[in-house]
Structures are given as structure tokens and as C-alpha cells.
């Protein structure tokens, strides 16, 4: 992936070519120079590992499970030599390939195949060992690893591993899952326990956060100079501090306040923003305590009126939270201008002056271009996780704004006989509040107007609703359709278009599958369906190839809102194929998914071909000998899933993005739509596993195809060197 300094230099070049002094092409070699549009050598560096990596995890997820299904039939001896023969197998491939990438991948494969010969060892032999022992024996094994490999990856599973292994040995109490899932495991356990188990965290985090402000200082470019699992790691501890804290404000937790870890949470937040505040700037972890004292914070505000049940009560209780939330909010972006007004984010000067320079010698920026982007406030941009938790917090707001509305409406009497006119006219009050604050200038207005022009796109929703008549389903998704359009194109907000860009996108696919089915054959209404999301894909594609040249047109503040939002609506519609039954019985209502499904994986099949032959016939780059066989194999594999043929695109579009939060997202979204959908499938476990092996096989051939004719090299581009 390209460098931040390289990114954060491209998106300023957008700039410019919004306003006018460089020009679409120009800003392409930029991007190619940089390394942020991928040239074939760097293809060929992001795809081999890539394709490596899940086809490691393929075969091991697979083998493991051949030996799964055959528990009765295959004899202990054989159970135990495929396993420990992969072990050995990949341990062949760490020896024989050590200063290669590929070496990193097999090792971290080799520590998870550990886990399962334990597991194995303790099936077949029946030794009476509680799960924890498997957990201690795995993490036995896997910190000479991390130690040996030195690598966030096996340093994060060996943290996982030993919070595992503490948590199931002192679950011997009996806990509900919905006490699992909100952290109600840890009030049990002993208070002594409970402080060394925190304690112990803090010291890891403290530990890790040494040596990696260390490493930063001294080897900017070693794995420990890395911020992302000491981030992992403080969110971890705050969630379960906020969790302990909250439930003891709350009344949910001990009957016995623990004042000690309240104590404890006030010292790590006071501490972390001492420290991250003045002596090593970090916003991301500033964020995360805020959202800690934000959700404390709230929960304190509702308990100030616990025995309460008037009106007024709860309208002062939802003017505080809205006014706490609010007032978080505007903290994080005094933070963000404060240690960010003269250094862009994550950004060495040095690297970006070194860049500019480079720039400057080769012809692709001029003096005057290099000065403006040097002039321009780029403490307007924000990183992904201030966005995340401000979009967050906007959501909260919206609620509150909506449960206000409610208050105010049944004060004045106006619920007793409500019709679609009182919802109505009251969003149309907030959604020109909201278009008002989105049109002035500072980030802590924006972020207020998206939190009204939330609510008011749920009281026109509910307003609609309540309009048509019950049985009106297809009326009510056309009806929202347009309801959303006309807020998309009123509030001049990009995050606020990306949500309404993606819900768009899931009330378009959904109405077309509810009008095909009413009015169509079922083959027509397929291949229709098919027809309606394949155009979706072909005008996604056609944006992302033109989005520089878009910047320049009269609807330049959609363009990112259409590139990630148009992809967000196609990830939902995949997750209702493999979530069909649960979405049933919250609903009582049983859609044909089965036949939507089909539909999206062939529109997307034939979006993906057609817009690659396009690429290949007509415009003729030099880029369509990869993205048409990429588009060939994608596709197939959306017929057969649409899920895991959109998320290896998605995987490919990040990369010519040059985002590494699209990345991130892409193979999450991977990740969890296929252990779904494998989960669902209606085969045998054999099936399954066999699967897995040829899947597993096809993407170390790929690898190989790619090693093989892509070549190593593209040319004089600068590539992030």
C-alpha cells in the first residue's frame, strides 16, 4: 500500500483539480508516480501475498476440518499425521523462505495449527483437561513464535489467546450469553482477581507503548513502531473499564460499587490524556478515552432522574445527553486543530518535503502548486476514527433530537390523533435546520446539522410509513427511495451522501426485486434483478475510473459518496442472502432472498465482465490484461457467492484506491460474509472441508501466475521508495 506521506500528498493534488490549476491527467501520473494508482510491478507486490495468505488459511481451515468430519471413520494415527504433517509442511515454507514475505504468513499458520493438534490431543484422548489447559499449552507455543517471528500478528494472537484462556478459567459461574456479551463476566469474578486482571492489561499496553514509542524515535520503519495493536489494546482495556464503571453507576453490576477500578478509570483517562495529549500526540487514542467518558457520562445523566418518570424530566435528560455528546464531540475537534495545525496527520516533513521535491524534478507539480498545497488548513481533514466516532455520536444526537420531537409533539397534544402531517411537517423543520448548519463553514456544525438531518430523514421515513397503506411494501421502499434522493442532493454533506448513498442503493435493489416478483415470470424477474444490479456495478466501476476527471463537474461532492456508499448498499444485500432466517423472525415475514441472491451474484458477475471488456475493447489501457482475467474470476466466484466475489473486487479496488481503511473494511467484510455463508451452507462437513482444500490450492496457483507473468517491475515510477 502506498505511504501515508504519498496519500495525504495525492488528496491534496485533488484539491487543486477541483479548483482548477492541474488538470485530471495530470493528477493520474501523480497518483501513478506516487504509488497510489498501482502500476504492474506493484500489483504484483500487493497480490502475491495477498493470494498467499488466504490460500495458507484456506488449506488449513480445511484441513482441519477433513479431519473433523471424518472423527468415527479415520484412525487416531491418521488424525494426528495430517495435522502435525501441515504443521511440518509450513514449517518447511518458514525454513526454505525465511527473509521472504511469504515466510511471516506461514509462521502465523503454523501457531494456529498448534491450537488445533491441542484440541485434537484432547478430543481424541479424553484427558479430562478444562478448555483454559488448551489455551495455556497454546500460548506456550505460540510466544516463542511471536519472539522468533517478530510480527504484530502473532504478538496479537498471543494476547487474544492469554485473555482467552484467563476468561474461560474463571467462568465457572453460570452466565447468560447476553452476560458474555456485555461484559457482565468480569463483575463476577473476584475483586482481587478482577484488579490484577486489569492491572495486567495496563502493563502489556504500557509495555507495548514503550517499545513502540521507542522503536518510532529510533527505527521508524520497524514492526514495533507500528500503532495499531497498542490501539487495539487501550480500546480493549476501556471497554471494560467503561463497562465496570457504568455498570456500577447503573445499578446493574455488583451491589458492592467498585471504587477501586472507578478510581483506576479516572487515573488511565487522566493519565492518557497527559500523555497523548502533550508528550506523544496521539488523536486516535485522545478518541477513544472521550468515548469512554462519553458513554459514562451519559449513563450517569440517566440515572440523575432513575425515579423519574415526568415529561419535563425526560426532556432535561434528553437536552443534557444531546448537549454532553455534542460538547465530546466539539473537544475531539479542538484536539484535532491543536496538535495537527501545522503537520498533517501521520505525515514526517521531511518524507513530504523529500516527495514534493521529487515531484518538483520531474515536472508533475510546479512552485506555485507545491506553495498552495503548503498553505492549504489541512486540519479540515479527519482521520477515519474521529469520523467514525463523530458519525457515531451523530446518531446518538439524531435519537435524542427524534425522542425531543416526540416530547414536544405530546405535550402539545399532537400525538393523540397522529397522522402522516405531524411527522412531516416537523422533519421538514429539522431537515432545513439541518441544511443550514451543513452550508456554514467549521467541522463542529457539520457534525450537529448531520446529526438533525438524521433525524429528520427518520421522521420523513416514519412520516411515509404512516401514509401509505400496511400492505403498501413496494409503495413504502419507492416511496423512501425518493425521500432519500431529495435529501442526497439538499444536504451538502459527504458522510451524510454516503449513508444515503448506501441505503439508496439497498431500497433500489430490494424495490426492483419486489416490483419483478409482482409484476414478472420468475425467470424474467431474475434476469431483470440481474440486469438492475449489474447497471448499479457498470456505474460504480465508471465512477471510480473517472472520479478525477468528475471532480472537475458540477457534482464533484458526490463523487466519494457514490464510490463508497454504492459498495456499502451491495455489502448489506449480501449479508440478507446468509441472514435470511434471522431478518424472518424479527420480520414474521419470509422474503424470497433465494431469488435475490441469485440476481446479485449474476449482476454482479456481469457488471464486473462487461465493464472490463469495455476497459479492453475500447479504452485499450494497459491495465485490462489483468482486471479482465481479475473481473473473470471475481465474477464467477459472486455466481456461486455474491459476497465473496464482490469482497475479492472490493479487496482489488482498495488497492487501486490506495486505502488502507478500504482494505481494512474489504477484508473484514470478506472474513465474516464467508464464515456466514460457510456456516449456512447446506452441505456435509467432507463437502466443506474438500471445499476449502481446492479453494485453498486455486489461490496458491493464482499466486504462482501472478509471481510468474506479472513482471517485478514497472517502469521509473517513484513506488513509495
Not at 501513478?32 to 495458507?56: A, D, E, K, N, Y
Not at 495430517?82 to 523462505?97: D, F, H, K, N, P
Not at 434522493?485 to 433500489?508: E, G, H, K, Q, W
Request: glycine share 8%; aromatic share 12%.
Amino acid at each position: 500500500m502506498p505511504s501515508r506521506t504519498a496519500k495525504y500528498l495525492c488528496r491534496q493534488t485533488e484539491r487543486l483539480v477541483k479548483g482548477g490549476s492541474l488538470t485530471p491527467d495530470a493528477c493520474q501520473r501523480i497518483y501513478f508516480f506516487c504509488g497510489v494508482r498501482p502500476g504492474t510491478g506493484q500489483w504484483r507486490t500487493f497480490l502475491i501475498p495477498v493470494l498467499f495468505s488466504l490460500g495458507l488459511l484456506s488449506l488449513v481451515t480445511g484441513a482441519l476440518f477433513f479431519v473433523a468430519s471424518n472423527w468415527a471413520d479415520m484412525p487416531k494415527i491418521t488424525k494426528f499425521a495430517l495435522t502435525e504433517l501441515l504443521i511440518v509442511a509450513l514449517a518447511a515454507v518458514v525454513w526454505w523462505r525465511w527473509y521472504h514475505r511469504a515466510a511471516r504468513s506461514a509462521l502465523l499458520a503454523v501457531g494456529l495449527s498448534f491450537g488445533a493438534l491441542f484440541a485434537l490431543y484432547g478430543q481424541v484422548y479424553q484427558t479430562g483437561a478444562d478448555s483454559w489447559e488448551l489455551f495455556r499449552a497454546w500460548l506456550c507455543v505460540l510466544l516463542p513464535l511471536a519472539l522468533l517471528g517478530r510480527q504484530n500478528s502473532l504478538w496479537f494472537c498471543s494476547w487474544l489467546v492469554a485473555n482467552l484462556g484467563f476468561q474461560l478459567y474463571y467462568t465457572t459461574l453460570s452466565l447468560s450469553f447476553v452476560d458474555i456479551l456485555s461484559f457482565d463476566i468480569f463483575v463476577h469474578l473476584p475483586t482481587t482477581v478482577l484488579c490484577s486482571y486489569l492491572a495486567a492489561l495496563a502493563l502489556c499496553l504500557i509495555f507495548r507503548e514503550v517499545l513502540a514509542l521507542r522503536a518510532i524515535k529510533h527505527h521508524p520503519e520497524s514492526w514495533l513502531a507500528s500503532r495499531w495493536f497498542s490501539r487495539l489494546m487501550a480500546g480493549f482495556l476501556l471497554l471494560l473499564l467503561t463497562c465496570i464503571v457504568a455498570g456500577n453507576m447503573s445499578g446493574w453490576g455488583r451491589d458492592i460499587p467498585l471504587t477501586l477500578i472507578t478510581g483506576f478509570w479516572l487515573i488511565t483517562l487522566l493519565a492518557g490524556y497527559y500523555l497523548y495529549r502533550y508528550r506523544y500526540p496521539d488523536l486516535c487514542m485522545l478518541t477513544l478515552g472521550t468515548a469512554s467518558l462519553t458513554v459514562t457520562g451519559s449513563v450517569l445523566i440517566m440515572q440523575l432522574f432513575d425515579k423519574s418518570y415526568d415529561v419535563g424530566d425526560l426532556f432535561l435528560i434528553g437536552c443534557l445527553m444531546a448537549l454532553w455528546v455534542a460538547g465530546n464531540g466539539a473537544l475531539l475537534l479542538h484536539w484535532r486543530r491543536k496538535l495537527y495545525e501545522r503537520a498533517p496527520v501521520d505525515v514526517a516533513p521531511a518524507e513530504l518535503t523529500e516527495l514534493t521535491e521529487k515531484l518538483l524534478q520531474h515536472g508533475l507539480l510546479n512552485q506555485t502548486q507545491i506553495q498552495e498545497i503548503q498553505q492549504h488548513d489541512h486540519s479540515s481533514h479527519l482521520p477515519w476514527y474521529l469520523r467514525l466516532a463523530l458519525s457515531i455520536g451523530g446518531w446518538v444526537a439524531a435519537m435524542i433530537i427524534l425522542l425531543l420531537l416526540a416530547l414536544i409533539l405530546y405535550m402539545s397534544d399532537l400525538l393523540n390523533d397522529p397522522d402522516a402531517t405531524t411527522v412531516i411537517i416537523p422533519s421538514l423543520l429539522l431537515a432545513a435546520i439541518a441544511g443550514g448548519l451543513l452550508r456554514t463553514q467549521g467541522a463542529g456544525k457539520h457534525h450537529i446539522g448531520l446529526a438533525w438531518a438524521i433525524a429528520a430523514t427518520c421522521g420523513l421515513c416514519v412520516g411515509v410509513f404512516m401514509l401509505v397503506e400496511p400492505d403498501g411494501e413496494t409503495f413504502i421502499l419507492v416511496s423512501s427511495l425518493c425521500a432519500l434522493a431529495v435529501m442526497a442532493m439538499v444536504m451538502p454533506d459527504r458522510t451524510y451522501r454516503f449513508m444515503a448513498i448506501t441505503v439508496m442503493t439497498l431500497l433500489l435493489i430490494l424495490s426492483g426485486h419486489s416490483l419483478t416478483s409482482l409484476y414478472l415470470p420468475p425467470v424474467s424477474g431474475l434476469c431483470a434483478i440481474s440486469a438492475l444490479v449489474a447497471c448499479v456495478m457498470i456505474f460504480w466501476l465508471w465512477i471510480v475510473r473517472n472520479q478525477l476527471n468528475l471532480q472537475t463537474g458540477p457534482f464533484a461532492e458526490g463523487v466519494y459518496p457514490l464510490i463508497h456508499g454504492i459498495p456499502a448498499g451491495l455489502i448489506l444485500l449480501c449479508f440478507l442472502g446468509i441472514n435470511a432466517e434471522f431478518i424472518s423472525d424479527i420480520f414474521w415475514y419470509t422474503p424470497q432472498f433465494s431469488t435475490l441472491q441469485l440476481g446479485l451474484g449474476g449482476g454482479i458477475a456481469a457488471g464486473l465482465t462487461f465493464s472490463a471488456l469495455y476497459q479492453r475493447v475500447v479504452e485499450k489501457t494497459h491495465l485490462s490484461l489483468f482486471t479482465l482475467p481479475a473481473a473473470i474470476l471475481c465474477g464467477a466466484a459472486a455466481v456461486y457467492a455474491p459476497g465473496m466475489g464482490l469482497g475479492l473486487w472490493l479487496l482489488l479496488m482498495a488497492r487501486y484506491q490506495g486505502s488502507q481503511g478500504s482494505l481494512l473494511v474489504s477484508g473484514g467484510f470478506l472474513m465474516l460474509y464467508v464464515s456466514g455463508w460457510y456456516y449456512f451452507l447446506g452441505v456435509t462437513l467432507l463437502h466443506k472441508s474438500l471445499l476449502l482444500l481446492v479453494s485453498g490450492l486455486v489461490l496458491l496457483v493464482l499466486t504462482w501466475v501472478v509471481k510468474k507473468f506479472l513482471p517485478a517491475h514497472s517502469g521509473g515510477a517513484y513506488e513509495n521508495q
